[in-house]
């Protein structure tokens, strides 16, 4: 069977895979960084809750799996921003601070991209275990959309495009 002898952790990655999970790994990096900033800014605790939430459960699992996915198949990994310590809200001047909707709306987007790029990987993958670990980041992050979807409409902070009603036609 040569080199893709059915033990899916003795097969290489393919180009398109280590580029991908470096990509990724990168972003998510920054992601984190971010998400711990904006958790400093954000003044909702329902937010903040969601931030600290999403940034434990999500982004510190997908950097720990690529560090680990990396480092076995002895490829490098991108250099990582500090993290970031926790702020008291009271300390950043007001017009110097995100505000709430902004926050939770960037951070939406932020989630978007990361379904796309998950899925992208999903199909461009050879080894099952690296598509399987992407399936399952696409799924957290399917899950943690929704959630904050549900957030953006409670709190009044979603912005729709504009509404298309065909009734409403002269």
Same mark, same amino acid.
């Given at each position: 069977m040569g080199i893709l002898d059915g033990n %899916?952790?003795?097969e290489p990655m393919h180009y398109g895979e280590v580029f991908g999970a470096w990509s990724y790994l990168m972003a998510a990096q920054s992601g984190l960084a971010a998400s711990q900033v904006a958790a400093n800014h954000a003044g909702d605790e329902d937010l903040k809750k969601f931030l600290q939430d999403y940034i434990n459960n999500v982004k510190k699992q997908e950097i720990q799996q690529l560090e680990e996915l990396l480092? /076995?198949?002895g490829?490098? *990994?991108p250099p990582a921003p500090p993290e970031r310590p926790v702020a008291n809200i009271e300390d950043i001047p007001p017009g110097a601070r995100m505000m709430d909707p902004e926050i939770a709306n /960037?951070? /939406?987007q932020l989630i978007s991209a990361g379904l796309i790029s998950?899925?992208?990987?999903?199909?461009s993958i050879t080894r099952e275990d690296i598509g399987m670990m992407f /399936? %399952?980041?696409h799924a957290q992050k399917a899950q943690y959309g929704g959630m904050l979807l549900k957030l953006l409409k409670e709190k009044g902070w979603l912005i729709p495009p504009? *509404?298309?009603n065909p009734r409403n036609r002269g």
């Open positions: %899916q952790k003795h480092k /076995a198949n490829v490098g *990994l /960037a951070t /939406a998950c899925s992208t990987m999903m199909g /399936a %399952q980041f504009p *509404l298309h």
